[in-house]
């Protein structure tokens, strides 16, 4: 496997693995008690952020498989079409691109959020808006675990 493909799965990896914590340091009391964190801090936002970094990650690897390159400037946004024209050639299953898509949108929104509640600081509660980002966290991990296994897989197996 070339040293850039694998460099990307293995960030992807980095990038589930992170969430996974993330997640469990939101909802278990036991492992914030141990760690001083407040019970009411919560991280979902980070998991959702690190779930689409992971299915980035996998795209850029699968693309790079395929020696097809994005850099920057917009790296998100040319990865995302370019990954889209292999679905929209029949050559991947449509179901990931959508996936893609939707964790994509999820991190553009949360930026949106971020400059919204930046520039109106203090009028809402961080931790009851935190809160309500569980199930969006939770489908973002089954997301990325189903689409990075489906792209190493194809990767792998010379896609």
Same mark, same amino acid.
């Given at each position: 496997?070339?040293? @850039?493909?694998?460099?990307?799965?293995?960030r992807a990896e980095n990038e589930l693995v992170l969430a996974n914590a993330n997640?469990?340091?939101? $909802?278990?009391k036991e492992i914030k008690t141990r760690l001083g964190i407040s019970i009411n801090k919560t991280f979902f936002n980070n998991v959702i952020s690190e779930s689409y970094y992971a299915i980035f990650y996998?795209? /850029?690897?699968?693309?790079?498989? &395929?020696n097809i390159g994005t850099s920057p400037p917009e790296e998100h946004k !040319? $990865?995302? +079409? +370019?990954? @889209? !024209?292999i679905v929209e050639s029949r050559k991947l299953d449509r179901q990931l691109a959508e996936i893609y898509e939707e964790e994509s949108n /999820?991190? +553009?929104? &949360?930026?949106k959020i971020f400059f919204y509640e930046k520039r109106n600081r203090g009028r809402f509660t961080y931790n009851i808006n935190a809160n309500a980002n569980k199930p969006f966290a939770e489908q973002s991990i089954r997301n990325a675990k189903f689409f990075c296994s489906t792209i190493k897989y194809l990767i792998e197996n010379n896609n």
């Amino acid at each position: 496997m070339d040293i @850039k493909v694998k460099g990307y799965l293995d960030r992807a990896e980095n990038e589930l693995v992170l969430a996974n914590a993330n997640f469990s340091l939101s $909802t278990e009391k036991e492992i914030k008690t141990r760690l001083g964190i407040s019970i009411n801090k919560t991280f979902f936002n980070n998991v959702i952020s690190e779930s689409y970094y992971a299915i980035f990650y996998s795209a /850029k690897a699968f693309l790079i498989s &395929l020696n097809i390159g994005t850099s920057p400037p917009e790296e998100h946004k !040319k $990865t995302y +079409e +370019e990954f @889209k !024209k292999i679905v929209e050639s029949r050559k991947l299953d449509r179901q990931l691109a959508e996936i893609y898509e939707e964790e994509s949108n /999820k991190a +553009e929104n &949360l930026l949106k959020i971020f400059f919204y509640e930046k520039r109106n600081r203090g009028r809402f509660t961080y931790n009851i808006n935190a809160n309500a980002n569980k199930p969006f966290a939770e489908q973002s991990i089954r997301n990325a675990k189903f689409f990075c296994s489906t792209i190493k897989y194809l990767i792998e197996n010379n896609n």
